[in-house]
């Protein structure tokens, strides 16, 4: 992992914490939660506070999510906003993480002056054991607390002046007083620093979890549909008047569902002729081949001239695969009549042409579902579904890591946001 760690492949866009007066503050958060302190002088932290040096310091990669659900936040600095989340069991805690923060800014911005965040992102189930758990999970509320309790003594403060306010003879108690001047000190004016969250409850809407070896769940208005292993527990004896379930090894079932409740973007001539996304496809699917033919091969000198006199002399081995001559056939199709029929695709082929529709909520998470399907592509395995790249990664030789570490620098990391917009507009 060192190579994807040099090339900012995982756990990149980190904050450094090397301030003392923060670690200090960290290590206050992680004695709340009963955790040992970390003796790091400098250390990195994604939007929940989450750090990979302090995770390896523990031994423990899930210290701030130590069942897969609840998960721990500690919040230094309004900086974590910005930043990734890069170990979680939800594949919507980054969403609703970052919901708290636009929500509470004002409050965030205040209490991080002085203290630290911490708390839970709670919901009503404290262990995934079956399905029923994850379906029972319809909101979550951030249980928020601060380190050296400048929440409560704002609360106090705040009691206090109402008081002041509403009972004559309060201004007479010299000893009130004193406490105020006191609490303001570490409160500061609560006038005009708002330093209470005002919106802590968030929707917990459609997800992917880690939990049964992957599971993915969408709602609709009357329904929420369930696709995962079947052998996870709970399949198909959890609601079933009201939960549709698809096996995720069903590719069949789970495209006619993404396409019949308009999550998927019809292969159009009006987005395929212009992303390159059949080119990529096609690539991406060469290259598979290429690694399968010749695990030993030298992915470095792979430029298009010598690319292109390997699928020459491989062109029985292209043939037989069946996917580059299929995605070719596609593209003139789509040239000449704008449009392809999806109905007179081969089942195993229609995820090559598919990408979530960019409007829907539920693009990214269609994105990476259908990653599931075309693990050749391993660049949009990397964006999409980053833990299904990772453990994709540990079975490549090292020849073909280097290679795809180099393919992703030059085709994603150069401009993210643009890649993204071209292949899937988002």
């Known amino acids: 992992m060192k190579r994807l760690y040099d090339t900012e492949l995982i756990y990149g866009r980190l904050l450094a914490v090397t301030q003392p007066h923060l670690i200090e503050r960290y290590n206050k958060a992680l004695k709340a939660f009963a955790l040992p302190e970390t003796k790091l002088e400098q250390f990195d932290i994604d939007k929940t506070g989450f ?158 979890t880690s939990h049964f070896g992957g599971c993915y769940v969408f709602n609709d208005e009357r329904t929420t549909t369930v696709i995962c292993d079947p052998d996870a527990p709970g399949f198909r004896r959890s609601r079933p008047w009201q939960v549709s379930y698809i096996s995720l090894r069903d590719e069949t079932r789970v495209y006619r569902f993404l396409a019949e ?35 030993g091969a030298i992915f470095d000198r792979m430029d298009a001239v010598w690319l292109q006199t390997w699928m020459h002399r491989n062109a029985a081995l292209i043939a037989e695969d069946g996917v580059y001559p299929f995605l070719n056939g596609v593209k003139r199709e789509i040239a000449q009549s704008g449009r392809i029929e999806i109905g007179r695709i081969a089942d195993h082929l229609r995820f090559l042409l598919a990408r979530g529709r960019p409007e829907h909520k539920d693009a990214w998470l269609v994105n990476r579902l259908i990653t599931e399907y075309v693990p050749s592509d391993y660049v949009s395995r990397y964006v999409f579904n980053k833990q299904g790249f990772y453990k994709d990664y540990a079975g490549y030789d090292d020849r073909f890591r280097q290679h795809v570490v180099e393919t992703l620098k030059t085709t994603y990391l150069t401009d993210k946001a643009a890649f993204r917009k071209r292949l899937y507009g988002l």
């Open 261 to 295: 409740t308009g999550r998927l973007d019809p292969p159009r001539a009006s987005w395929l002729e212009t992303s390159g996304f059949l080119e990529h496809r096609a690539e991406m699917a060469i290259r598979a081949l290429l690694r399968k033919a010749e695990p």
């Open 51 to 208: 750090s990979p040096q302090v995770a390896e310091e523990l031994g423990d990669y899930d210290y701030l999510d130590p069942n897969g659900v609840n998960r721990r936040f500690i919040i230094l600095t309004p900086a974590q906003s910005t930043l990734p989340v890069v170990h979680t069991c939800f594949s919507n805690t980054e969403a609703l993480v970052y919901e708290f923060f636009n929500a509470n800014s004002r409050a965030i911005q205040a209490l991080t002056i002085k203290d630290v965040i911490y708390g839970e992102i709670e919901d009503n189930v404290t262990v995934v054991k079956d399905i029923e758990d994850l379906l029972s999970i319809e909101q979550v509320e951030f249980k928020v607390l601060s380190a050296d309790d400048v929440l409560g003594k704002a609360a106090e403060l705040r009691s206090l002046v109402d008081r002041l306010k509403t009972e004559p003879d309060a201004w007479r108690d010299d000893a009130m007083l004193d406490h105020m001047v006191d609490l303001a000190k570490i409160a500061g004016d609560i006038r005009e620093n708002r330093l209470v969250p005002d919106k802590v409850v968030f929707r917990h809407d459609a997800f992917w």
